[in-house]
């Protein structure tokens, strides 16, 4: 039984890259096998609700620092009781382990207790580095997938400059938050580079008037994407059509050019 602990405390830790925040959760595990041997039994009821409550204070050292005061309210048992219940507890021996070992920890008045499961044993700890560093890495390939907020106000600024000959001036903290909401993976990336050309470069003919004679980014991010998309895709649309049309009157020359040739 010395390699398979009865008692073990297992952490999940877990990085996500969208919210930069670290979660770990943790689970008190109990082998099964003594379970059905009679576990339950030998901690007794009693005991075992304060058993779990210490395990659930266990840190990734396999240490639980609780107070009695605190075991008894969790535990719904009077103080007395809980120092009764522990001093029992570290007396129980289950199949040659026992299951909770204690130390005093300081000095004088300020002691405390200090508790241990069997060899401390903790299960399923990740390294948060390399937790961290795969996370890191699934968010560069989607990046690399689908262009951000910079990209595509650069992608803008660009076409901009090319179609009117001036500059556009970024409101960062404004329009990227809305490039953020209302364009980022909404389109796929050559898709949107496409329908920003078309909007940027047809502003004047389809859509400019005197109050707004230039397109912005905020127009961008309400309406003109999605008008200048329906517009792009109609177009698009009607080109792939004629070329189909242009490459079946090819197809259907050489055909009747085939068939004057060996007059069938």
Not at 140 to 165: C, L, P, Q, R
């Amino acid at each position: 039984m010395e390699n398979n602990p009865i008692l073990a405390v297992d952490f999940k830790t877990e990085y996500n890259n969208t919210s930069d925040v670290i979660t770990t959760t943790r689970r008190a595990c109990v082998d099964m096998n003594a379970i059905q041997n009679g576990l339950i039994k030998k901690i007794g009821a009693n005991r075992l609700p304060l058993l779990l409550v210490i395990l659930s204070y266990m840190d990734k050292d396999g240490k639980a620092f609780p107070s009695q005061r605190k075991l008894a309210e969790l535990s719904g048992q009077s103080v007395n009781t809980v120092n009764k219940l522990i001093n029992e507890l570290l007396e129980l021996e289950v199949d040659g382990q026992y299951l909770l070992r204690r130390e005093l920890v300081g000095s004088g008045t300020r002691k405390k207790s200090m508790y241990f499961i069997h060899r401390g044993e903790v299960t399923g700890t990740d390294a948060f580095e390399a937790v961290k560093e795969l996370n890191a890495q699934e968010a560069k390939d989607v990046v690399t997938k689908t262009m951000n907020s910079k990209e595509i106000a650069n992608h803008f600024v660009e076409v901009f400059k090319e179609t009117y000959g001036q500059g556009y001036t970024v409101n960062y903290g404004r329009e990227y938050k809305q490039i953020k909401d209302k364009l980022v993976g909404t389109y796929t990336d050559d898709v949107l580079k496409s329908v920003i050309e078309y909007a940027v470069k047809h502003y004047k003919t389809e859509w400019a008037n005197d109050n707004y004679p230039l397109p912005t980014i905020p127009m961008l991010c309400t309406w003109l994407a999605n008008t200048a998309y329906g517009k792009w895709s109609q177009e698009k649309d009607t080109a792939q059509e004629q070329a189909n049309r242009t490459a079946k009157a090819i197809e259907q020359d050489d055909t009747d050019r085939a068939l004057d040739l060996f007059d069938i």
